[in-house]
């Protein structure tokens, strides 16, 4: 089976860090992303991994550790439009597709 | 204008009517993808397509039929609409790279 558990809710401070973490259990692993979802909106892109480690963008910085089946997304210095839901979303292997498995995010509020 | 649309954006329809979901991508994106989103699901594929002529069900396909004729466009039709069918849509697209699904701005709908 595949499952994707990431927290429902988290509340953090204008300014601070902030990680949210994501496990995975998939028949298959080719890839995690992140993604950014405004309420009302689209979700957009925000992150990649498919190899063990630390990928850094900007203000976002995304974490894989695939024997641990583990991934957080760190966010600094925290903005108030930074306040949206976070989905982390795994890639199997499955032929020619690009399938992802999404997990059912994680909402931020970014407080004063 | 150049991207992913959705049409309509907001729909209401009844118990038993066919309704159309419209998605159309101006990058000439191999991939396409249809989800629902709903509170405490997620984002969950209904249906993608690789290609053209080329289209494959996804974790809740039961209610759905789509179609690929040409590249840019991805209809979602629900042949006989049911409450349970009442959510947002989102389509989306990704290239070869397959490392990046950019998604159209979503159709709300509620069946009655």
């Known amino acids: 089976g595949q499952n994707i558990d990431q927290p429902t809710e988290m509340t953090a401070t204008e300014g601070a860090i902030v990680q949210i973490n994501c496990t995975y259990q998939t028949s298959g692993f080719n890839g995690l992303f992140w993604y950014q979802q405004h309420a009302g909106e689209a979700p957009t892109f925000l992150s990649y991994n498919v190899l063990d480690g630390l990928e850094e963008k900007g203000r976002f910085s995304s974490f894989l550790s695939r024997s641990k089946g583990y991934s957080y997304l760190l966010l600094k210095e925290l903005q108030m439009k930074d306040s949206a839901s976070y989905l982390c979303?795994?890639?199997?292997?499955?032929?020619?597709?690009?399938?992802?498995?999404f997990g059912t995010g994680t909402l931020l509020a970014v407080q004063p | 204008d150049a991207g992913i649309t959705q049409s309509p954006r907001y729909k209401i329809t009844e118990t038993g009517r066919q309704v159309t979901l419209m998605c159309h991508q101006t990058?000439?994106?191999?991939?396409m993808f249809w989800y629902r989103q709903d509170l405490g699901h997620g984002l969950r594929l209904i249906y993608y397509s690789a290609a053209a002529d080329i289209t494959d069900k996804g974790e809740v396909p039961d209610g759905y039929v789509v179609s690929r004729s040409k590249t840019e466009n991805f209809p979602l039709t629900l042949e006989s609409a049911t409450r349970s069918q009442t959510s947002v849509y989102f389509c989306?697209?990704?290239?070869?790279?397959?490392?990046?699904?950019?998604f159209g701005p979503g159709t709300r709908l509620t069946v009655l």
């Open positions: 979303a795994v890639r199997g292997y499955g032929g020619a597709t690009n399938k992802l498995i």
């Open positions: 989306a697209s990704s290239g070869t790279s397959q490392n990046e699904q950019f």
């Open positions: 990058w000439s994106h191999s991939y």
